[in-house]
């Protein structure tokens, strides 16, 4: 406005004024200028403050896009590692798998006996386990019909049959005896499955187990169990002889014990007609003596005759099974042997409690018992013991009925009580014995009777017993 004044004014006024206008428009413009600075500084101020806060703003998005982008990165780093990670795994399992398929290839390939055949048998893969077993190169039977395997022995119907059912499309399974090349044989199990391209049979394969060892062993075992029949039959004619050894020493002693007992009443017999010879003689011969006399001859004839009988009925064998008891048992066997052991001072204690029956064969029962008492009465003796006892005693348990024959002559020394029972083992050297009679006395219970024989010592002597199951009283 000054200006605007000044400007207006006439030269000469200019002039006068020149100096005063000059003072007041610097002044004015010091004004101006320092109210226009502050304006200025104020807008700079202001607009430092916008530029502080965008900065500050731009800088803190800024930040976080780079925190963002670091994040996004790291993950994706991280991504990009593990998938090649999984990719080196997954070639690394791929590669083990190839390698685990050519490793079982081959495994396959020398384990398993396989062949393949065109479909007029011409061989036309083979593994190496049916070049090993058959004797021939892969090159060998390649191109060759596969009958040049086949063993003469194998008929040609079979043949005939397996090619009719696996040319119908169908699986044939059978065992078939191969030939080698160095003309040895083998035998396999073959299974034989067709092998199919577009609907059509294009070719046959065949799996194989070797059972040559199986079969090796169905013949080894078919003729050792020829060789057992064999051995048992001879075993039980061996048997048969001993025990019919046993049983001829067993008739010679009962034939001496029946010897025994006829010599007195032959001895009275003899007498009595001694006495009827010299009375007719004498003339003094009456009804009555002669009744006497008469009479008792036929005792003593009955004597001989029952004496006869016993023997008979005891060596009578026994074709089934029938009830019996102990005391039935050893009463039938005193009957023979009581009277000849009296005569030698030996004493004979019966402690027969036990009535109770059972099934078995009793006449081959009385044949132990009886050696079991010549056993005794022959160590007694052969012992010179004063008193000699021998004690027969019946008894029970819960589930057996048990006949115990004991002697007072010092038992069974103990470095052959466990040999007493074997064939042939006998301590009568000087008196011929067998060493079949304790024996077959164990076979008899053991074997025919279905009981036991066991033998063991007292304080006082050896002790036998014989242990025979009670009858099922349920059944």
């Known amino acids: 406005p000054l200006r605007f004044f000044y400007l207006a004014l006439s030269p000469g006024e200019k002039k006068k004024e020149k100096v005063k206008f000059s003072s007041i428009y610097s002044l004015c413009s010091y004004f101006y200028s320092a109210f226009y600075f502050k304006q200025i500084s104020n807008?700079?101020?202001?607009?430092?403050?916008?530029?502080?806060?965008?900065?500050?703003?731009?800088?803190?998005?800024?930040?976080?896009?780079?925190?963002?982008?670091?994040?996004?990165?790291?993950?994706?780093?991280?991504?990009?590692?593990?998938s090649l990670i999984l990719t080196i795994f997954m070639i690394y399992l791929v590669l083990?798998?190839?390698?685990?398929?050519?490793?079982?290839?081959?495994?396959?390939?020398?384990?398993?006996?396989?062949?393949?055949?065109?479909?007029?048998?011409?061989?036309?893969?083979?593994?190496?386990?049916?070049?090993?077993?058959?004797?021939?190169?892969?090159?060998?039977l390649l191109g060759n019909p596969h009958k040049m395997v086949r063993h003469p022995d194998m008929d040609s119907i079979t043949f005939k049959k397996l090619w009719e059912i696996i040319q119908d499309g169908k699986t044939w399974r059978g065992e078939v005896k191969n030939l080698r090349k160095d003309g040895s044989f083998y035998w396999v199990v073959a299974t034989i499955v067709p092998i199919y391209e577009s609907g059509k049979i294009v070719a046959f394969i065949s799996t194989r187990e070797d059972i040559s060892d199986k079969k090796?062993?169905?013949?080894?075992?078919?003729?050792?169990?020829?060789?057992?029949?064999?051995?048992?039959?001879?075993?039980?004619?061996?048997?048969?002889?001993?025990?019919?050894?046993?049983?001829?020493?067993?008739?010679?002693?009962?034939?001496?014990?029946?010897?025994?007992?006829?010599?007195?009443?032959?001895?009275?017999?003899?007498?009595?007609?001694?006495?009827?010879?010299l009375k007719s003689q004498l003339g003094?011969?009456?009804?009555?003596?002669?009744?006497?006399?008469?009479?008792?001859?036929?005792?003593?004839?009955?004597?001989?005759?029952?004496?006869?009988?016993?023997?008979?009925?005891?060596?009578?064998?026994?074709?089934?099974?029938?009830e019996s008891s102990f005391n039935e048992i050893v009463s039938d066997v005193l009957k023979i042997v009581e009277s000849s052991i009296a005569t030698k001072n030996i004493s004979i204690i019966k402690d027969l409690k036990n009535e109770n029956k059972f099934s078995s064969y009793p006449n081959e029962i009385k044949q132990v018992v009886l050696n079991l008492i010549k056993n005794a009465d022959d160590i007694l003796l052969d012992n010179e013991i004063k008193e000699a006892i021998i004690k027969i005693s019946t008894y029970d348990d819960e589930n057996n009925i048990i006949l115990e024959i004991s002697d007072n002559a010092g038992g069974i020394h103990g470095d052959i009580i466990d040999k007493i029972f074997d064939p042939y083992f006998s301590t009568k050297t000087k008196k011929d014995g067998t060493g079949l009679g304790l024996y077959m006395s164990k076979t008899i219970i053991e074997e025919h009777c279905n009981g036991k024989l066991i033998a063991s010592n007292s304080e006082f002597g050896a002790v036998f017993k014989i242990i025979m199951p009670k009858l099922n009283k349920s059944a």
Not at 49 to 55: F, I, N, R, T
Not at 129 to 140: D, M, N, R, T, V
Not at 220 to 237: A, D, F, G, I, P
Request: hydrophobic share 40%; glycine share 2%; proline share 1%.
């Open 284 to 322: 003094s011969l009456n009804k009555d003596l002669i009744l006497d006399l008469s009479s008792k001859i036929t005792e003593n004839s009955k004597h001989l005759s029952n004496t006869i009988d016993d023997f008979r009925d005891f060596f009578k064998p026994n074709k089934e099974k029938r």
């Open 96 to 140: 083990k798998f190839i390698k685990n398929e050519e490793r079982l290839k081959d495994i396959i390939d020398k384990s398993v006996i396989t062949s393949t055949t065109n479909t007029k048998g011409i061989i036309i893969d083979a593994s190496q386990a049916f070049c090993k077993i058959s004797g021939y190169s892969k090159e060998e």
């Open 216 to 277: 090796e062993v169905t013949a080894l075992n078919s003729s050792l169990k020829h060789r057992v029949n064999e051995e048992v039959e001879h075993n039980r004619q061996k048997d048969i002889q001993l025990a019919q050894q046993a049983r001829l020493a067993q008739m010679g002693e009962m034939i001496s014990m029946i010897a025994h007992q006829w010599r007195q009443p032959l001895a009275a017999i003899s007498s009595l007609s001694a006495v009827l010879n």
């Open 43 to 82: 807008k700079i101020s202001l607009l430092k403050e916008v530029d502080d806060l965008l900065s500050e703003n731009i800088s803190e998005n800024i930040y976080q896009k780079m925190n963002n982008i670091n994040k996004e990165l790291v993950i994706f780093i991280y991504l990009d590692i593990l």
